[in-house]
């Protein structure tokens, strides 16, 4: 791709990683109620002292195998301490309000008035009501939404880092999110790629907008080489956002040659591609069995005159080997190749591993038979607690977002 003229350098899944984005799981996480909680994207309510715990130990982790770990609040504080900035920063969040004109310029002066630190607190943990003086309803979206109790959301999700946005080569992805739940989170790390010091990316590296019509997100996107990016169509990436970010990634990217589309059923269960399948060695991936009959695949290439050329494929293995220039791939099976096994422990994360180097990777302990494949296999598995960070659905690769790997 382009000269690297910033920090950001991902140009496989697998290359040592040196530095990572991280949310710490913090009050948001305290405003889930059995309510909201499948609107919210959680299947149970966790613990918020065990996995902010859980969660520092991934952290510290990645620190002792010499991983730079950056956190989103801190870098969105830093951010905000500009005083334009904060203002277009205030709009934006008060824009997701579902409250009239009137409440929404009641909140924004009621925001200005805080530190950085505060508005970063309101924009991931979200703002109750009761925190504000009392505002009568204005409108009929007042009354509407009177029995919330919020006036900003919470974003429970934010610590599933993987998905608002990707590093793909030197530039960066801002997802357009799927579900409201999530959308807000993407407009945070825009801010952080475009206005902090650490990570702001020019204008031409950021290869997708958070407000585009078709949903992607990251945990669908694959860096697997150079050459070659995987790209997720899932319950939450649409085909059409893919077809769009290929022609950016294809007419500004030299050295990038194509893009696998991959076609998981729409489901829950599977609800990005990094559940199913991650790469953890130059030329061995984690496959989650129950979905190698279901795969569909695409080939993307550069077509004529700044288009785009599909090529339906019929065998994953071989497209695998031929794209990435390998004699054989191997794919390994979670759960050990055992139905019910390989299902139980999918649901739990085991397919979602995060490589930090090649053949080394981080993983739940719980998901003991995956672990010990992975092992047989030859990988080096470091486990990490996961008890209630897995309540949220997502494992250690998506609860990371690699910012700079070293190549291949
Ligand atoms: N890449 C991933 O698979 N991320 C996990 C996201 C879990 C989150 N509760 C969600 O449903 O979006």
Same mark, same amino acid.
Request: net charge negative.
């Given at each position: ?10 140009? +496989?899944?697998? /290359? ?7 949310? #710490?799981p /913090?009050?948001e996480l305290e405003r889930l109620t059995p309510e909201f909680l499948s609107e919210l994207l959680f299947d149970d309510i966790p613990w918020l002292?065990r996995i902010?715990?859980e ?29 334009? =900035? ?52 204005? +409108? ?14 919470p974003l429970p999700n934010c610590y599933f880092? #993987?998905d ?11 997802? +357009?999110?799927?579900t409201?739940a999530r ?36 945990g ?11 790209? /997720?169509?899932?319950e939450r990436?649409?085909?059409?956002? =893919? ?10 990217? %030299? ?9 998981? @059923?729409?489901k829950r269960t599977f609800m990005h591609?990094?559940t199913v ?28 005159? /700044?288009?785009? #050329? ?29 139905? =019910?096994?390989?299902a139980r422990e999918q649901w739990n994360d085991s397919t979602n591993?995060?490589?930090?180097? @090649? ?5 739940y302990?719980r998901n ?14 470091? %486990?990490?607690?996961g008890s209630e960070l897995v309540r949220g659905r997502g494992g250690?690769?998506c609860m +990371? ?8």
């Open positions: 791709m382009e000269k690297n003229t910033n920090c950001l350098r991902v140009y +496989s899944e697998i /290359g040592k990683l040196n530095s990572v984005l991280l949310h #710490r /913090g009050k002292k902010q715990e969660h520092d130990k991934f952290a510290q982790a990645l620190k002792e195998n010499g991983v730079t770990v950056y956190y989103l609040e801190d870098l969105l504080e830093e951010v905000l301490q500009d005083t334009g =900035i904060k203002e277009f920063f205030i709009y934006d969040l008060v824009s997701y309000m579902n409250t009239s004109l009137e409440v929404k310029k009641t909140i924004t002066n009621f925001l200005k008035e805080r530190t950085p630190k505060e508005i970063v607190d309101y924009a991931i943990a979200g703002l109750l009501k009761k925190e504000v003086h009392e505002v009568e309803p204005q +409108s009929l979206v007042d009354y509407v939404y009177k029995d919330s109790p919020f006036f900003i959301n880092m #993987r608002p946005a990707a590093v793909i080569g030197n530039g960066v992805m801002i997802s +357009s999110m799927k409201t959308k807000r989170e993407a407009m945070l790390l825009k801010y952080v790629f475009k206005h902090s010091k650490t990570l702001k990316v020019q204008e031409n590296l950021l290869w997708y907008d958070y407000r585009s019509e078709y949903p992607i997100e990251g669908d996107v694959l860096v697997l080489s150079k050459k070659v990016i995987a790209i /997720g169509i899932s990436t649409s085909p059409q956002a =893919i077809e769009e970010i290929s022609l950016t990634l294809l007419e500004r990217g %030299e050295e990038l040659q194509e893009i696998i589309a991959l076609e998981i @059923p729409k591609l990094d399948f991650t790469m953890v060695d130059v030329d061995k991936f984690l496959i989650y069995p129950g979905i190698k009959e279901k795969l569909k695949v695409y080939r993307i290439t550069r077509g004529e005159k /700044g288009t785009i #050329r599909v090529k339906v494929e019929e065998d994953f293995t071989k497209v695998l080997e031929t794209s990435l220039g390998l004699d054989k791939v191997n794919l390994i099976e979670s759960g050990g190749g055992d139905e =019910i096994t390989g591993t995060l490589a930090i180097a @090649p053949g080394v990777v981080m993983a302990n003991e038979i995956t672990n010990t494949t992975l092992v047989n296999h030859g990988i080096k598995v470091i %486990e990490i607690e250690p690769r +990371s977002m690699p910012l700079k790997r070293e190549d291949i």
